[in-house]
Every structure is written in structure tokens, then in C-alpha cells.
């Protein structure tokens, strides 16, 4: 009998060996809990591929943008506000990786290992959620791009709301061209399902004369004292960098002012590969953006295997740079806020049915991208932009400050146009709203995109202006 | 003044028994929210049906212990206990999945209450045990050769009989479980005889290629591992069954080698989210509505993984997870433990080694067979399809469980003799 109970020793080792298996069991669900609840298969979640537990989310007025009704996912009644929020709220099969209904969908379900999806159960409906931006000032801002692809953001750079966000094209979610997207040899529906705003990538064009300006600022003492000389061009190892014009011998500002690549390849050189790389490097290129549970594409700086010609260009916003919009708004943003960025946020906020509050946006302060004494003469440039050059005319009472960007794409990008861009923000103390603006091979900067940028920044004016 | 001194040893390894009547309210109670959610829900139509399932178990289980604790007077029901508990979560997700085969099930249960009762008096006499272990032997292999010959093969194995038009169908599989074991502590007890164990190696041998033969895998290895603990127990010779693990194994790689479509039938294990509307269907399922069941799961007829093909049986631990809730999901595997546990530290106080060994093989086996099930189902281990002992639907699996469970019992002296008796004595 004792040598038997000895014996019998072996099968608490198999006791354990069960218990450690149910441990391994328990992590695994624990782990993996939240990846496998919100497979599409789950039916207490999703209909097909719509995510029916979803509750509602609305925009910063409280405008119903989605709702599930009696299990049914249904948009707001105004066709237009559909579209224009298309890529902020998400369809419901997530191919809009960025939309919150794509992003957010666990939050949207309240969906938790704890109680599982008992409150769904119980309410019909998950959580609550409530966008950061303003629906009809995104309708303003797809309508300003006509017909063109492209993007609008702006946000509030001392709080971070983003307060429009909008991609072209879209489509209206409730009435789904699926048949046009899937065969669409035009064109028209090219990166629908891409917010351009998050997850785009272009090349900055003369945007990018900004951070040239910012690192000469810091690098180069007499910069200010500087003359350059522009004869159309400028001449390195063979090689030359063009300008649009021809603008004879002008200093730093006025180079500024009129986007003079002749000067700037000349600064990128005197600052050098190193101090520009420092420079972006700063600023969050090359580096991963996360906003919430948005993940922003990252853009891209890289001098590694530059001439000094490619400086040059580099210098001037061409070269291989890429630049994600959020990005750049988030730079020009540092640069009203003294250099100090602060996040971007696009949820305001999450509640339960029972109205407890999941998840409330506060303020995020980035990187102190600029020193103070850096973004006050930056501040200084961009306003010298508009008043000395583009004209204040152009900007009716808003106290722009900023500068526009004409991208050359090689053809492989497509198309033979330049994309326009502006980025700038309001000087005036009550409206403290930074704008991004691309519109895809629109053309010159100042032509396409500033039109578009006083458009929308008219309408910020109208409704948070005093 | 030996035997005295063994005796107060003895008394000594009894810890208190735990207060049974406490425990059996708070089971009841536990029956009754059981009983009134699928009220409340309308997954069971028929109050009736629902109020006579519960009534009737209920009062079964009041019986017992009425009959068991107060006349007769024994105070150990841990065992009971957790038979009980287990029995009754089965009962409530055939209750409610399955309304009509509500008093299938309650019959099969109250049968195994049944047999529980009459394997606790064959057992109370060791010489009638052995008398009985050659018939039970013969009759055990009968029922696999006849099942072998003219059973139906449902979903890929051919381990049922079917009676009627699907009126009564066992599965003889399940009762020789009981058998295996029987057969294998009793052969043992009287040994070394190597006559007794060569006897006994063939009977294994014939049960585990009969299940072999009939493409029931997962049973196969039950018996193989019941095989392996009994073999250990007598013998303590770790090398012979090293050598005897290894052949087995060789032997079923051998099998997957010229029979490629056993390999087949586990193609999807590590992959079933890559099966997900193929062979891997269920399990994806029952993983994505365990963790929609949160901690404290989502009430009875509250899930969605009950609408799965035969959910009751092979997903019933999802099914426990997602309606139950995670924690009394694992609870319930480690009552298994318990069972496993309680057999151990009662070997040593058993009136003989076949108590022992019959109480060892028997929790070890329930609890092998629910690591099966549990680990099969999640993706863990390859799986075989076996169903979660007392909880999965089927009244062959019931009666077996109850029919092993008397085993454990059964190591206990108390079983047999009043408490107080041993203490004074
Ligand atoms: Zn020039």
C-alpha cells in the first residue's frame, strides 16, 4: 500500500500539468480576448459584416452621424454630411482602416473580458461615442474642393480638437456605389477607402521651405543678413535645382516670401545634411504618429545617400521627402503655439448607455518642436507670407499666416499636375485654428489651395470666431 | 496496541467532512436561477417540461442525501457534491438547447444515480469483484466486436448503436469505460502473477484497436492512458512504460503515415482560424463566444454559440464559458482536479489496492478525458472530438460518469461504514 501511494505521487504531476494547461488556456483567452470578440463572425456584434452593437457617434454638436436602430446601422438623414464624414465614422466593413468605426469598434461595443458583451446584451446597443469635429464645416471643406481629390484638416492648435477632417473622394455610405468602386477604370474612386488626411503621404513641395527656414534660423547666425542671387536656377555639380521665377538678388524673407528655390537650395547647402536631418528629425519625421487608436502614416526624411544636389532639392521640398498632412499640421501647429506641439485628438469622448464616461479627450501636449525664440520668427515669416505676398485680401479678417506648397510628382505618382497645398493658421487670439489643405494635381498653391483654405477657415471663423 | 495506534492514524487522515447540507442548499439554489432563467428567457416552452426536469432532479439529489446522510448516517459527500453540480449545469444546457429531449436526458441522469448505487454495493465486497471481473471483461469486448460489426458511424466514427429509428441510441464505448477500469484493478489485485497481467495487457489491447477500428481516436487514447496509469501503479516500472509510450507512439505515427486521412481529420489543429468557415468552424466559434461571456457569462439562453452544430456535446465547454460565465467554466475543470486529489490522499487509507487503483484510474480518466475535450476544442491539442464528462449531452457518457465516480467513492471506508463507528474504534 505505501509503495502504491508512492506511485500514486506521478499523478499529482499530471494534476499539474492540467492546472498549468488551464493556466496557459485562461492567458490565451485573456490575450487574445479582444481580437476574437470582434471577428466578424460574432453574432452578437455584427450582422454580416455591420457592426450592429455599435451605439451612436455624433459630431461635436451632438448630430447624430450613425446609429443602430431595431439592429440596423443607419446614417445621418443629410446625403452630404454622409459623404463628408465618410472617412471619420468609418464603413461597416472596414476597409476604412482609420474611421472610428473601424477603430474604435471595440470601445463602440464596450466589449471587455470582464463582462464580455453583457452590456450589449442588456441595452441593446454598445457605447456612445462623440467626434471632435464639426459635421457641417467638413461639408464646407469637401464641397471648397470641387471636384479635385484631396484633403482638408484643421484643428484648434492649443487644445488639439480637430474640428474638420475630410478625404476626397468619398462616397455616400448609405447608398454604397460598390459596383463603381469595384470597376472604376477612371480613377474617380482612386484611394477611397483611404482617409488622405491620416494615412496619405505626399511630397511637401515648397511646405517644406518651412523647416529649411527653421534650421537655417537655428544654425546659420548672419541668416537674416544673407543675400541670395536667383537667375531662374541654381547650379550644383552639374546639376541644377530650378526655380519657378526669376528673382535676382533678395534676402531671406522675401525668399520666403516668394518661394524662391534658387535661395533655399542655397541655405540647404549652407545648413548641411546633418543640421536638416537634425531638424526633421525634430519635428517627428521618420517616426510613428499614434492619435488614440488612429495610427498616422509616417513621413518620411532621408539624406543618406544624398548629393549635394538632392540637398538642394531636399532643401526645397522635392527630393524623396514625404509628408503625412496630420503631420504638417502638427508642425505648423507647434509653430503658432510657440513651438510646443500638441496632439491632434478626433474623439471627444465615450459613454456608456448608462451614461458613465469611457473615455473623455483632454489635451496632449507633442514635442517642443520649435525653441520659442525659433517659432516667434517663424510665426514672423508665415505672417510676412501673407501680408507681403498672397495678401491679406485673399484671407478677409481671418489674420492668416502661412504658406503654400506646388509638389512636382514624377509620374509615377500619376498624374502631370503638381499637388497644391496650404498649411497656415490665424494669428488672431480668438480663433486659434491651424489648417492643412492638399488638393491632388491641383496645381499652384497659391491658385487651388489657398481658395479653399479661406473657404473653410471663413466658415471656422463663422462659427468660433468673436 | 499496533492495530490501535494504525487505527487513530487512519482517523487522523479523514479531515472533517465538509458540512454537507450548506453546500446542497447552495447547489439548489444555484439549480433553481438556473431553472428561472430559462423561464425567464423561454429558451424551454414547456413549463411543464422545465418544472418537472428541475423538480424531479432536485428532489433526486434531496433523496440522496436524505436517504445517505441522515438514515444511514455517512458524512463525506464531496464527491456527490461535485456530481451533482456538474450533472446539474449538463441538465440545464440540454434543458434549454433541446426542450424536447429534456426528459431524455433526466432519465439518463436519474440511470446513472442508479448505477452509481449498485457499483457502490458490487464493490463493498471484493470477492464478488473478482468473480464478476471475467464476465464483465467478456461482456465489455462482446459489446466493441458487435458495436465493431453492426454499429453507425456518426460524424466520422463508427461507436454507435442505433435502435429503432433513432429512437434509443448508445454509445457502448462510454459503458466499457467503466468496464477497462473494473477489469483492470481487479485483475491486478491479486499479483504478480504475470499470468493476470499478460491477461490484462490483451484485453487492453483488443479494447483500444477495437476503438482503433472504429476511427474513435479520442476514446482510443483514454483507454490507452488508463491503460498506462494502471500498468504504472501495479508495477512502478517507468521504463517499461517509456517503451510502451513510445511504441504507441510510433505505432499511431505509423497509422497517420499510411492512412492519411486520420491526418486528415487534424489538419486544422493550430489553423482553425484559417479553417474558419471549413473544418474549423466550430472551434472559431466556440472561441469567439467564450470571450464574449466575459468573467460571469451572459445567462442561460443568453449565447449564440448553442445555435453551432452539436454544441451540447463537443463545444460544451464554450457553451459553459459563454452562457455560465469563464469563472464557474473553470471551476468546473478543476473539480476534476479535485477528484484526482481526493482519490490520492484516500489510497493510502483504502481497505485494498483495488480500491486504489480503481479510484486513481477512474479520476485520472475523467479528468484526462476533460483535458481532451477542454484543450481539443481551444486549439491547444489536437482535436478529438471527446465530450466533457457530465456536462456534454448523451446518456451512455452520463451513466459512465456516474459508474466511474462510484469508484472514488467508493476508496473512501465511510462509504461503507458510519463515521462515528470509525472513530471510536
Ligand atoms: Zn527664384
Aim: charged share 15%; glycine share 10%; hydrophobic share 45%.
Amino acid at each position: 500500500m505505501k509503495t502504491l501511494s508512492r506511485r500514486a505521487w506521478i499523478l499529482y504531476a499530471l494534476a499539474a500539468l492540467f492546472v498549468a494547461g488551464l493556466g496557459i488556456l485562461f492567458y490565451t483567452f485573456w490575450s487574445n480576448a479582444d481580437d476574437w470578440a470582434m471577428r466578424h463572425a460574432n453574432r452578437h456584434l455584427y450582422a454580416g459584416d455591420t457592426l450592429t452593437a455599435a451605439g451612436s457617434i455624433t459630431d461635436e454638436t451632438g448630430a447624430v452621424l450613425a446609429e443602430t436602430v431595431d439592429g440596423d446601422r443607419q446614417y445621418n438623414d443629410d446625403r452630404d454630411v454622409r459623404t463628408a464624414t465618410l472617412h471619420v465614422v468609418g464603413d461597416s466593413e472596414g476597409y476604412i482602416a482609420t474611421g472610428v468605426q473601424t477603430a474604435y469598434q471595440e470601445e463602440l461595443t464596450g466589449y471587455n473580458f470582464v463582462d464580455g458583451v453583457y452590456d450589449v446584451k442588456r441595452y441593446g446597443k454598445g457605447n456612445d461615442l462623440q467626434l471632435s469635429v464639426n459635421a457641417d464645416l467638413c461639408v464646407t471643406a469637401y464641397d471648397a474642393l470641387g471636384d479635385e481629390k484631396g484633403t482638408v484638416g484643421i484643428f484648434n492648435y492649443e487644445t488639439g480638437q480637430l474640428v474638420c477632417v475630410v478625404s476626397k473622394p468619398a462616397f455616400d455610405i448609405a447608398n454604397k456605389p460598390t459596383e463603381n468602386i469595384n470597376n472604376d477604370t477612371t480613377g474617380e474612386y482612386e484611394g477611397v477607402y483611404m482617409n488622405r488626411f491620416f494615412s496619405g503621404l505626399y511630397t511637401p513641395g515648397s511646405t517644406f521651405k518651412i523647416i529649411t527656414a527653421a534650421s537655417a534660423i537655428d544654425n546659420i547666425s548672419d541668416i537674416d543678413d544673407q543675400r541670395f542671387r536667383c537667375t531662374g536656377s541654381y547650379g550644383i555639380d552639374g546639376g541644377s535645382v530650378k526655380c519657378l521665377g526669376t528673382h535676382g538678388t533678395i534676402g531671406f524673407e522675401r525668399a520666403l516670401n516668394v518661394s524662391c528655390n534658387s535661395a533655399f537650395a542655397q541655405i540647404a547647402l549652407q545648413v548641411g545634411t546633418e543640421n536638416l536631418t537634425a531638424t526633421t528629425n525634430a519635428l517627428g519625421f521618420n517616426q510613428r504618429y499614434t492619435l488614440g487608436n488612429i495610427r498616422l502614416a509616417q513621413s518620411r526624411f532621408d539624406l543618406s545617400e544624398a548629393s549635394q544636389l538632392d540637398l538642394g532639392w531636399a532643401g526645397v521640398g522635392q527630393y524623396t521627402t514625404l509628408v503625412n498632412p496630420c503631420h504638417m499640421l502638427m508642425i505648423v501647429g507647434a509653430i503658432a503655439n510657440d513651438g510646443q506641439a500638441v496632439m491632434p485628438y478626433l474623439v471627444e469622448r465615450i459613454t456608456t448607455q448608462n451614461g458613465d464616461t469611457v473615455l473623455e479627450a483632454e489635451t496632449t501636449l507633442g514635442a517642443q518642436m520649435f525653441s520659442e525664440s525659433t517659432a516667434a520668427r517663424l510665426q514672423e515669416l508665415l505672417r510676412s507670407n501673407v501680408e507681403n505676398y498672397y495678401g491679406d485680401r485673399r484671407f478677409r479678417g481671418l489674420e492668416m499666416c502661412g504658406k503654400t506648397g506646388t509638389a512636382e510628382v514624377s509620374s509615377e505618382e500619376g498624374g502631370d499636375d503638381p499637388h497644391a497645398w496650404f498649411v497656415g493658421y490665424s494669428q488672431r487670439e480668438d480663433l486659434p485654428y491651424a489648417i492643412v489643405v492638399v488638393v491632388e494635381n491641383g496645381g499652384g498653391g497659391s491658385s487651388t489651395a489657398i481658395p479653399v483654405a479661406n473657404e473653410v477657415m471663413q466658415a471656422v471663423d463663422d462659427l468660433y470666431g468673436e | 496496541m499496533a492495530t490501535k495506534k494504525k487505527k487513530a492514524t487512519h482517523a487522523r487522515r479523514y479531515r472533517k467532512p465538509v458540512k454537507w447540507p450548506f453546500w446542497l442548499l447552495l447547489m439548489t439554489l444555484f439549480q433553481l436561477s438556473c431553472m428561472l432563467q430559462i423561464y425567464i428567457n423561454g429558451t424551454q416552452e414547456s413549463m411543464v417540461t422545465l418544472f418537472t426536469v428541475y423538480g424531479v432532479y432536485i428532489a433526486a439529489e434531496w433523496i440522496y442525501f436524505f436517504v445517505f446522510g441522515i438514515i444511514l448516517r455517512r458524512k463525506s459527500f464531496e464527491i456527490e457534491l461535485i456530481a451533482f453540480f456538474l450533472t446539474g449545469i449538463g441538465l440545464t444546457l440540454t434543458t434549454s438547447v433541446y426542450p424536447d429531449r429534456a426528459y431524455t436526458q433526466l432519465v439518463a441522469v436519474l440511470m446513472g444515480m442508479i448505477v452509481f448505487i449498485v457499483m457502490l454495493w458490487v464493490l463493498s465486497d471484493t470477492k464478488r469483484v473478482i468473480k464478476l471481473r471475467t464476465p464483465v471483461a467478456i461482456l465489455a469486448l462482446a459489446a466493441l466486436g458487435i458495436t465493431l460489426i453492426i454499429g453507425d458511424e456518426i460524424n466520422g466514427a463508427r461507436n454507435w448503436i442505433v435502435i429503432g429509428d433513432g429512437a434509443l441510441s448508445i454509445q457502448p464505448s462510454e459503458i466499457v469505460k467503466v468496464a477497462f477500469v473494473f477489469v483492470g484493478a481487479a485483475t491486478l489485485e491479486h499479483l504478480q502473477s504475470t499470468r493476470s497481467l499478460t491477461k490484462y495487457i490483451l484485453f487492453a489491447g483488443a479494447c483500444i484497436g477495437m476503438l482503433f477500428l472504429m476511427k474513435d481516436f479520442g476514446t482510443a487514447l483514454i483507454f490507452f492512458f488508463t491503460f498506462i496509469v494502471i500498468a504504472f501503479l501495479r508495477s512502478g516500472d517507468i521504463k517499461t512504460i517509456f517503451l510502451v509510450c513510445t511504441a504507441a507512439l510510433l505505432g499511431g505515427l505509423g497509422i497517420l503515415t499510411f492512412r492519411p486521412y486520420v491526418a486528415n481529420r487534424f489538419q486544422t489543429y493550430r489553423h482553425v482560424w484559417e479553417y474558419s468557415n471549413g473544418g474549423g468552424y466550430q472551434q472559431v466559434r466556440l472561441l469567439i463566444y467564450s470571450v464574449s461571456g466575459g468573467l460571469f457569462g451572459l445567462g442561460i439562453g443568453n449565447g449564440r454559440l448553442r445555435s453551432v452544430y452539436a454544441a451540447t456535446e463537443d463545444l460544451a465547454f464554450g457553451m459553459v464559458c459563454e452562457e455560465f460565465g469563464i469563472i464557474i467554466a473553470f471551476t468546473v475543470l478543476l473539480t476534476f482536479v479535485a477528484l484526482v486529489v481526493y482519490s490520492i490522499r484516500y489510497s493510502v487509507a483504502a481497505r485494498s489496492t483495488f480500491y486504489s487503483i480503481a479510484a486513481l484510474a477512474a479520476s485520472s480518466l475523467l479528468l484526462f478525458q476533460a483535458a481532451l475535450h477542454v484543450f481539443g476544442v481551444t486549439d491547444l491539442l489536437p482535436w478529438t472530438g471527446v465530450t466533457l464528462p457530465f456536462i456534454s449531452r448523451g446518456g451512455s457518457s452520463m451513466m459512465c460518469c456516474w459508474g466511474l465516480v462510484a469508484f472514488i467513492k467508493a476508496i473512501d471506508v465511510r462509504t461503507y461504514r458510519r463515521y462515528d463507528k470509525i472513530e471510536r474504534s
